[in-house]
């Protein structure tokens, strides 16, 4: 049973950058959907961004577009969340999931939720001030 650990999240600035981290305890290979998802509190978890580890495809919940980039090392078995101009809006605790997801299902991940994924990490909160 794959397992996964967060790491990165801190408190900043609206503006700053953060590089959140996601180690997995087997080979990520070319089988695995891995998302990240956030939730606010008193909000529901919402998607963020995927990255299909076959084909190498990622996608972008609209709110983070052009501001935060996944990407997996795979000598490392990790997935990385780059986020860049961080909002106020974006203090969450962020999530990261795995699910054996066929890509056409993966890249829609971050709009159709968090239902498909049975395997998540503990969390970590990021804090943006303005």
């Known amino acids: 049973q794959i397992q996964l650990w967060e790491s990165g999240g801190g408190s900043v600035q609206a503006g700053a950058s953060l590089t959140l981290s996601c180690a997995a305890s087997?080979?990520?290979?070319?089988?695995?959907?891995m998302a990240w998802f956030r939730q606010a509190p008193g909000k529901r978890r919402e998607g963020v961004a995927a990255?299909?580890?076959?084909?190498?495809?990622?996608t972008y919940a609209d709110a983070v577009k052009g501001r935060f980039t996944i990407s997996q090392d795979n000598a490392k078995n990790t997935v990385y969340l780059q986020m860049n101009s961080l909002k106020p809006e974006d203090t969450a605790v962020y999530y990261c999931?795995?699910?054996?997801?066929?890509?056409?299902?993966?890249?829609?991940?971050?709009?159709?939720?968090?239902?498909?994924?049975?395997?998540w990490g503990q969390g970590t909160q990021v804090t943006v001030s303005s």
């Open positions: 990255f299909s580890t076959g084909p190498g495809i990622s």
């Open positions: 999931a795995a699910a054996r997801l066929l890509p056409m299902y993966c890249k829609r991940s971050p709009v159709t939720g968090p239902g498909d994924f049975g395997v």
């Open positions: 087997v080979d990520l290979g070319s089988n695995y959907c």
